[in-house]
């Protein structure tokens, strides 16, 4: 008999990949805690933290969840099927939700310096410049306004950020006809249909195969919450499957298309991810003795490298004075390479364990044990080989170049090729699905888990903890001072505060304490100009979300601090604690 959408009969779920789905889960729940246990003593920074408040919840939840799920399930013969209009529907929804996400749940705050930067360079463009002009008063003191990330020159004229300019590009274009904060969102959408047609091309007459795509894509909490940021991962997400989804239409007309969208993804703002995308997929074009389509690739990725390759360069001559000495090491991507991978990293091992835990937790419950089920498929065809290499080479490049990936929704240096592990997904699904018709209702049920549980619990936790910071900037920005300064080390990421418009039109303008020598304090202060600086109570709350003892460090500097502004004519205002 029929109840609803599921097929009711004797028939109960077979147990092989009952065990495999439950033993990857509690496996993942075994590490996070281990990693609990161990980590912190290694790695003192926000990915401890993170694991600590964060992702061992969300292993815990979601294991109940898909525990919870195989309660009386029953086997559903009849495919999952959606109406023809759903595709648009889910896409619009992911703007709506997205961008209302970035508005109430994250404030409207950009908080990792990354998302800063991709703000700042925005408004740059958006004036019709390459590069901001710096004041003549700053050019000699930009490192008090904190020049992380940004283009180095020895005597600059301007600045810009040191990455590549199409996130900020396509955030200005954006914003000629909106909120420019509507770029992550239309991503996110974008990304959802480009799934759904590189679904459908691989597998045409399989319509449920591309339901299931849809399905893990909505319900990763990586894509939602990234989507709701200024950072340039679902660009390189939704750019990655439109390249596919071209590629995989098999015409010149297209394959031209997809050089162009490989131009703009590899700019996005580092040139490495999307070249390790597309890299194993041309491979295939090998094995298929396609040397036209492979020539053109390869001719198109030479040129698209070399110009990107060579911008740094370029901006650094806009950024820097005629007696600029020439570009520093670190300018250019090769000596940063250098640097990077001589420096080396003695806890990368333990950081990548906490980093995909961390992305498998902001993932839907299934995708792990679908991409076990995937490995047949990988051995027997090209398509999910060249996929599952996709998916893997960028966790293998981070693993030498940079195990640390800062801030972020899950693990951010797999955003760009999520796509890839959804459709690797995918054919996990068709081989389990064969002969194991209950993973329709699972599928059905862990979404729904996903929607009422699991988002709404990332919810929380992504407003508390871009809260934390976001409240505190805002009082900043309403203090009426003329400039605000706080030091790096009074609370994890203070510097968080720290950033400023390209014409620093802002006020305050901020500043980090550390390069506040007395040339800096004579070019700010004059009668009248009132400086705040917070008290350690003001930043408690920074501290309360990092797990870290209260620290006096920032009452000492009002103390040590004050005088010296004062005798140079400066009035101080203490921003003090709710």
Same mark, same amino acid.
């Given at each position: ?26 496996a ?55 109406p ?39 408004r ?16 000699g ?46 991503m ?18 399989d319509r ?35 390249w ?60 698209i490298? +070399?110009?990107? !390759? %060579?911008?740094? #360069? /370029?901006? =650094?001559?806009?950024?820097?004075? *005629?007696?600029?000495? $020439? ?10 390479l ?41 051995r ?40 890839? +592990?959804?459709? !690797? %997904?995918?054919? #996990? /699904?068709? =081989?389990?699905?064969?002969?194991? *018709?209950?993973?329709? $209702? ?31 900037d ?61 008290? +350690?109570?003001? !930043? ?39």
């Amino acid at each position: 008999m029929q109840y609803g959408d599921v097929e009711v009969g004797s028939k109960s779920p077979s147990l092989s990949p009952v065990f495999g789905i439950v033993l990857g889960s509690l496996a993942l729940c075994v590490c996070a805690l281990w990693l609990c246990a161990h980590l912190p003593s290694q790695i003192r920074n926000d990915t401890a933290i993170f694991l600590y408040r964060q992702d061992r919840l969300l292993l815990f939840v979601e294991s109940c969840l898909l525990l919870l799920s195989f309660i009386r399930l029953r086997h559903r013969d009849r495919p999952l099927d959606l109406p023809r209009s759903a595709l648009l529907f889910m896409a619009f929804a992911l703007v709506i939700v997205c961008y209302a996400g970035h508005e109430w749940i994250l404030g409207g705050y950009d908080l990792s310096r990354d998302e800063q930067m991709a703000v700042f360079d925005s408004r740059i463009f958006s004036s019709g410049r390459l590069v901001q002009p710096l004041p003549p008063a700053w050019r000699g003191h930009t490192d008090a306004l904190y020049t992380l990330y940004m283009l180095h020159a020895s005597h600059p004229v301007a600045w810009v950020s040191g990455y590549l300019p199409m996130n900020a590009t396509m955030r200005s274009l954006v914003g000629l006809f909106g909120d420019p904060a509507l770029t992550g969102p239309l991503m996110a959408a974008l990304g959802l249909i480009a799934l759904w047609n590189c679904a459908r091309l691989i597998w045409p007459e399989d319509r449920e195969a591309a339901i299931v795509a849809l399905v893990l894509y909505v319900c990763s909490g990586q894509v939602l919450f990234n989507g709701m940021t200024a950072f340039a991962m679902p660009a390189h997400l939704s750019l990655d499957l439109v390249w596919l989804w071209l590629f995989l239409l098999r015409k010149r007309g297209a394959d031209v298309a997809a050089l162009v969208v490989g131009f703009v993804a590899t700019g996005l703002h580092q040139p490495l991810f999307h070249p390790l995308f597309v890299a194993p997929i041309l491979l295939t074009l090998v094995r298929d003795r396609s040397w036209q389509r492979l020539a053109l690739y390869v001719a198109g990725y030479a040129a698209i490298s +070399g110009f990107w !390759l %060579a911008w740094p #360069g /370029w901006m =650094h001559t806009l950024v820097a004075d *005629s007696h600029s000495a $020439p570009a520093a090491d670190g300018t250019d991507y090769f000596s940063r390479l250098v640097s990077t991978v001589s420096t080396g990293d003695p806890i990368r091992w333990p950081a990548m364990g906490a980093n995909l835990l961390r992305f498998f937790a902001w993932q839907d419950a299934l995708l792990l044990p679908l991409l076990l089920a995937a490995i047949p498929a990988m051995r027997r065809e090209p398509l999910p080989a060249a996929l599952a290499a996709s998916f893997v080479l960028p966790a293998c490049a981070m693993l030498v170049l940079l195990s640390y990936q800062g801030h972020g929704f899950g693990y951010r240096y797999l955003h760009g090729v999520l796509g890839a +592990g959804i459709l !690797l %997904a995918v054919y #996990g /699904w068709r =081989h389990i699905v064969a002969g194991n *018709s209950w993973m329709r $209702p699972l599928l059905l049920r862990t979404a729904l888990g996903a929607v009422l549980v699991v988002l709404p619990l990332q919810a929380w936790m992504a407003n508390s903890w871009y809260a934390a910071t976001g409240r505190l900037d805002r009082r900043v920005a309403a203090s009426g001072a003329d400039y605000f300064i706080v030091g790096w080390e009074d609370a994890p990421f203070a510097t968080a505060l720290v950033w400023n418009r390209p014409d620093l039109s802002n006020r305050p303008i901020r500043l980090i304490a550390h390069y506040l020598d007395e040339p800096v304090i004579r070019n700010i202060c004059h009668p009248g100009v009132r400086v705040a600086l917070p008290t +350690g109570n003001f !930043l408690r709350p920074i501290e309360t979300y990092y797990l870290v003892p209260y620290s006096t460090t920032a009452d000492e500097r009002i103390a040590a601090l004050s005088p010296r502004l004062k005798a140079a004519g400066c009035t101080i205002d203490r921003l003090d604690g709710p």
